[in-house]
Each structure stands twice: as structure tokens, then as C-alpha cells.
């Protein structure tokens, strides 16, 4: 059965001859990359696609539409690099929660790469893509397997994807309050784990009224209001990682009767 619990803290990080260092360093890195990358993301894909074009800054009507657009190379690269992350990521852990929601959630975005979402602007009544002749702008699975069964995947997909983030940073909150009892930090995790629910939860209320703030749609603000929380979560708790590069060493806690507290991955 998958438990919270992982192995004990390892007495000095810095240690390169040590695998038990040398493994949690390696999951500080991952939480660290993936947590930058949540974060650069939303905001790499508007401006990039304002200075391939020449032209002012806009946003689109969700995240994953920027796969229809100039930006569709760095919006395949960079979520198949998280995704891949989140599979190795606690992968010689694989009895803890950690391990099987990274996991799932890896599938997930990769899917969500793979299997793209509707095409952007298309008139009503126009072709989708699976029909003869091709339409302009459909992926080689939209045409094998049809829009919209492809667009379903997706969005079922974004939806394991989300669940999982906002699983694993309650997951993180439970530790930091349990072994390193820092209410604040705890306190933060619940925050970024809260947000993402929100967020969710705005993405439906708001597109059932359709309530739009300017360009933002609230797919689009929902998504980038997840995201950042899930990118946040996941850069607080690779903050171990500016010890190890800085060199300080850290003294694993040791309670009373004299046990290594559990390492809070």
C-alpha cells in the first residue's frame, strides 16, 4: 500500500560518494526544474509568440492552445520535459504517493502533449479534421483519429494531470507540518494545493457563465492560476537544493528517542 513516509535524511547532502545523497539531491533538482519551468511556461509562450510575430502582447483562450500556433515547439518541448521529470521523479521510491501520482501525472501531460486540443478559431459549420481533404492545421492524430475524440483525451488528461498537482501539494503540506513542523511553509503548500482546486472550479463555473476578464478567458486564467500554483509548489520545496550548491551543510533532525526523522521529499 503507497504510504507519505520515505527514508531517513541522509546526515550531509553535499556528499558525492554517498547514493542516498547523491538520489535526494537528484528529486531537489527535479522539483526545482519542474517548479521553474511551471512557473516560465505561461509567460514564455505570450511573449514568445509576440516577438515571433512582430507584434503586440496576447494571450490565447487557453494554454493549450498555443500548440496551433507559432509556439507550438517550445509548448511540445517543454511540457514533455516536465512530463518526463515527473516519471523519474521518487522512481526508486515506488510504494509512495509521491511516486505513483508523479507518475500518473507524467502520463497525463505527456498526453496532454500528444493528444491536442481543438484547433483555434475554426467557423462553425467548417470541416474538423479526420474528414478528405485534410483541413488546414490538424495534427497527423486529429486526421487519424478525429478532432474531437483527440480533444476529449486532452481534456481528460489536463484533468488527471491537475487532480495529481494538487494531490501531491496537500501531500507536501502534510510533511512539512509532520517532520519538519514548519507550520508556515505547511501553511503555503495548502495554499498552492487550494489554488489549483480554485482554479478548477473557476475554469467551470466561469465557462458555464461565461464570464471573460478582457482576453483572459477562464480556461485560460484557470489554467495559468494552476499551473503557477502547482510550479510554486514544487520550486518551495526544492529550496534544500540552494544548500547543497551553496555547500551548508544541514544536520537531519533527530527527535527524542533518537530516531532519524523521515527525509520530507
Given amino acids: 500500500m503507497a504510504t507519505t513516509d520515505t527514508f531517513p535524511r541522509p546526515a550531509d547532502l553535499v556528499a558525492r560518494t554517498d547514493p542516498a545523497a547523491l538520489y535526494v539531491r537528484s528529486y531537489l533538482n527535479i522539483r526545482t526544474v519542474v517548479g521553474i519551468l511551471g512557473l516560465a511556461l505561461p509567460i514564455a509562450f505570450i511573449f514568445g509568440e509576440a516577438a515571433y510575430l512582430r507584434g503586440s ?22 511540457l514533455s ?16 504517493w509521491d511516486y505513483w501520482l508523479s507518475t500518473i ?9 500528444f493528444f491536442p486540443t481543438r484547433r483555434v478559431g475554426i ?24 478532432e474531437n475524440t483527440v480533444a476529449i483525451v486532452h ?38 494545493g487550494w489554488a489549483i482546486v480554485v482554479a478548477v ?7 458555464l457563465l461565461r464570464l471573460s476578464l478582457g482576453e483572459l478567458t477562464p480556461l485560460y486564467l484557470g489554467e495559468v492560476v494552476a499551473v503557477w500554483a502547482f510550479g510554486t509548489s514544487w520550486l518551495l520545496k526544492g529550496r534544500n537544493l540552494a544548500a547543497v550548491v551553496l555547500r551548508v551543510d544541514h544536520e537531519p533532525k533527530v527527535p527524542s528517542d533518537g530516531v532519524s526523522t523521515p527525509i520530507t521529499p
Fill in 57 to 78: 502582447v496576447h494571450v490565447r483562450g487557453s494554454i493549450s492552445a498555443y500548440y496551433h500556433s507559432s509556439m507550438r515547439d517550445l509548448f511540445v518541448a517543454g
Fill in 81 to 96: 520535459v516536465v512530463g518526463f521529470l515527473l516519471l523519474t521523479y521518487m522512481s526508486a521510491q515506488p510504494r509512495t
Fill in 105 to 113: 501525472a507524467g502520463v497525463a501531460v505527456i498526453g496532454v502533449v
Fill in 123 to 146: 467557423e462553425p459549420g467548417a470541416p474538423l479534421c479526420g474528414v478528405e481533404p485534410e483541413p488546414a492545421g490538424c495534427a497527423p492524430i486529429q486526421q487519424a483519429l478525429g
Fill in 155 to 192: 481534456f481528460a488528461c489536463a484533468a488527471v494531470f491537475i487532480s495529481c498537482l494538487a494531490a501531491i501539494a496537500f501531500i507536501f503540506a502534510y510533511r512539512e507540518k509532520k517532520y519538519e513542523n514548519d507550520r508556515r511553509m505547511a501553511l503555503l503548500q495548502k495554499i498552492c
Fill in 201 to 207: 472550479l473557476w475554469v467551470v463555473v466561469g465557462g
